[in-house]
């Protein structure tokens, strides 16, 4: 199989299992949310929140390193050796993170319902260290890594539905969530066994040096990049009611959804993006400027569509009690257009040895973000905190634009051109039938959409064959 069949083979894998992943994640957060109500729900967000700023404490970066690293390497006692010294790393790491996180909880200044749900999602995020999801991605076996989280979704809907009945059950959720990770993490490292076979739990100081080198700028990547995409409602958490930050948190469910879309995504295409910057500029520049097409060609109409029919959306998903939430998605859905191809610049720039700028282009939006939240939101609330975000985002953009420009300069305008356009005609549409059905307007909308950009000429057919060839015919990626 040549190379784009690789890409194609373990996004399909990756993707699949992102849809099944996101269809019963979005099942049990719409039970929740509706059985718990906005009150207790916006607590699972706020304890939650907490959890997973401590968790960045175990470097988070370091998944990334072992992927690349494990990519590059040449034998299997070699791909043995980083992931033992990886397993072992991060297992001291979750240890640290939670015996602060206990420390934390013991003194903070909320209710005990609080400090229980904050100190059971801290068990969560222990068991989670033992998870070795990027050790199945760095030897591309995406099969193995993406069925613990499969399997995790559909036994945690399971048990959400069968046991949470009422308000009054809130305490009981993160007890699931542990005992249900507790078990999947056993078959992820039942499943590493069988394929790359025993593996001897022994520090090496050469490759934890190594490690830990790279890990660390690339860890600040990743805890900027997730204090980013938090930041919006920790201090909505801390200066706004629990109420406010449940209807923020339905709103910001779907942009969770398009987050997690990129980096499955971005998972598959970071070793390939690594290996082409070093072994074939070309096809980099080919393979990266195709991603900022296909990104534009689903973000722009998501974008749009959801900014139409954002309230019967809302309504249908959540019920009426959350519609105060679709004014906020309105704002926010703005944002996976920037987060889409953002994540082409920094993943690009990461391949390319890059990792520092990253950082400092990540510190900047996080002032921005950050700082606009701290100023306004306090004082304005949830639609304070949704166009801080948009705004760090859309100065993101044009930072990351700049710096990608400097390895090569990827032609926005015109392929953003023919999504944008065909966007404007579905919204057309969508408005003219204002009063038909939500799945009408669904329908008719993306069909406008499609028909649109089939007739200028917009969708990358010949990409569409290169991969049929590539698949079944072994014709290897960037071949005429």
Not at 18 to 35: D, H, K
Not at 220 to 225: K, M
Not at 400 to 416: D, G, N, S, T
Not at 445 to 459: E, K, Q
């Amino acid at each position: 199989m040549g190379t784009l069949g690789r890409i194609v083979r373990n996004m399909v894998i990756l993707f699949g299992s992102m849809v099944i992943c996101q269809i019963f994640g979005l099942v049990t957060t719409i039970y929740t949310a509706r059985v718990l109500g906005v009150e207790e729900f916006g607590k699972l967000n706020f304890a939650y929140t907490i959890v997973y700023y401590f968790g960045l404490l175990i470097l988070p970066g370091m998944s990334m390193v072992a992927i690349r690293e494990i990519a590059k390497s040449k034998t299997k006692e070699e791909v043995k050796q980083y992931i033992a010294t990886v397993m072992l790393l991060s297992i001291a790491l979750a240890l640290v993170a939670f015996t602060l996180l206990v420390i934390f909880t013991t003194f903070f200044n909320r209710t005990m319902q609080i400090k229980y749900l904050i100190f059971f999602f801290g068990l969560s995020m222990l068991i989670n260290s033992f998870a070795v999801p990027w050790a199945f991605q760095g030897i591309e076996k995406m099969q193995y890594s993406e069925l613990p989280g499969i399997i995790y979704s559909i036994l945690y809907m399971n048990l959400v539905l069968w046991f949470i009945k009422g308000p009054t059950d809130t305490i009981l959720v993160p007890y699931l969530a542990f005992l249900v990770n507790t078990l999947t993490v056993m078959l992820s490292l039942f499943c590493l066994f069988r394929v790359i076979g025993n593996i001897r739990l022994n520090l090496n100081s050469a490759a934890l040096k190594r490690i830990i080198s790279a890990a660390v700028p690339l860890s600040l990547f990743s805890i900027l990049g997730s204090t980013l995409t938090n930041i919006d409602k920790l201090i909505l958490g801390f200066t706004r009611s629990s109420f406010e930050l449940g209807i923020y948190a339905s709103a910001y469910r779907f942009i969770l959804i398009i987050h997690m879309i990129m980096r499955n995504y971005y998972g598959a295409m970071f070793p390939v993006l690594s290996r082409f910057y070093h072994n074939s500029f070309a096809s980099f520049k080919k393979l990266a400027t195709k991603n900022a097409n296909i990104m534009f060609i689903m973000s722009l109409p998501i974008a749009f569509g959801l900014a139409v029919l954002g309230g019967p959306i809302i309504s249908l998903v959540f019920g009426a009690k959350y519609l105060p939430a679709a004014a906020v998605m309105q704002i926010l859905i703005w944002t996976i257009i920037f987060i889409s191809i953002n994540s082409l610049f920094s993943q690009g720039l990461i391949a390319a040895g890059r990792q520092n700028t990253v950082v400092i282009l990540l510190a900047i939006q996080l002032v921005c973000t950050g700082g606009l939240s701290l100023i306004f939101v306090p004082k304005f609330g949830m639609k304070a905190a949704a166009l801080a975000v948009v705004f760090g985002d859309f100065i993101a953009f044009l930072i990351y634009y700049k710096e990608f420009a400097k390895i090569f300069k990827i032609p926005i305008a015109r392929l953003i051109f023919k999504p944008l356009l065909s966007s404007l005609v579905m919204v057309v549409f969508l408005k003219l039938y204002s009063e038909a059905s939500l799945f009408f307007r669904v329908s008719i909308g993306s069909s406008v959409y499609l028909f649109s950009l089939i007739l200028m000429r917009g969708l990358p057919w010949e990409d569409v064959g290169l991969a049929w060839n590539s698949v079944f015919n072994n014709k290897k990626f960037g071949s005429s």
